[in-house]
């Protein structure tokens, strides 16, 4: 079924997706790779140390997309 | 799957929680981080490094991952490989509620290579007590995916 139509959003959101190539894992890889390449951020390289999961994440929230 | 494949090779004792273990239950969202819990041992921390010297070509700055490190101050330690596309974030510890003894997983199979990945009803009690609101957005798609139900 390659066109559906609907007549509201909130019935497109209803719709099932449409059944994907490849395992759940693999759209999940395809899925990033699409991601990374709409939005590339810069992040240093290297072995960076936090003492609460809290701090690590606060630490990601600092990089922003590459302009 | 170059990098978990070094990780079956080495013998690493981990499960995948995060985005990418979401992604393993059908709940696909992008991430630029794969999060592995590890086993807490000196001897497992020598695997990560190995596997990881091993899928990134030797970089150096993999000897700056430490067991006492991660046995100690640092239970969350992140590398950047030199690809710099995806990272990794590694933890020793996962608060009170989690330890790498109990948490429930299930292993995954993908082009031959075995993940030990959590399973859902682990990461909704991961995600939903904490105070970062994507987690909250993955909890209650968790929940809801299967029908997951908070223990008393």
Not at chain 2, 4 to 32: D, K, N, P
Not at chain 2, 43 to 70: C, M, Q, T
Request: some cysteine; proline content about 5%.
């Amino acid at each position: 079924m390659p066109v559906q139509k609907f007549r509201s959003i909130e019935e497109m959101n209803k719709a099932p997706l449409p059944e994907s190539r490849g395992s759940d894992f693999e759209r999940f890889l395809r899925h990033c790779a699409r991601w990374w390449a709409i939005t590339p951020k810069y992040y240093p390289r290297g072995v960076f140390k936090f003492r609460t999961i809290e701090d690590a994440q606060k630490a990601r929230e600092k990089h922003l997309p590459l302009k | 799957m170059r990098v978990l494949r070094a990780f079956e090779s080495a013998r690493l004792e981990y499960v995948l929680i995060g985005a990418a273990a979401m992604g393993f239950h059908g709940l696909v969202r992008a991430t630029e981080d794969l999060d592995l819990f590890i086993r807490a041992t000196s001897e497992n921390i020598e695997k990560l490094r190995s596997a990881l010297r091993e899928a990134y070509e030797g970089d150096p700055n993999i000897n700056e991952i430490s067991a006492a490190d991660l046995l100690g101050e640092y239970p969350a330690v992140r590398y950047v490989p030199p690809t710099g596309d995806l990272y990794f974030d590694v933890m020793t510890r996962l608060g009170e509620v989690t330890s790498f003894e109990t948490i429930d997983a299930e292993v995954k199979e993908v082009d031959g290579t075995r993940i030990r990945v959590a399973t859902p009803a682990a990461l909704y009690r991961m995600k939903k007590g904490t105070v970062r609101s994507q987690d909250h957005v993955d909890a209650a798609a968790l929940r809801e995916r299967f029908s997951l139900r908070d223990e008393g």
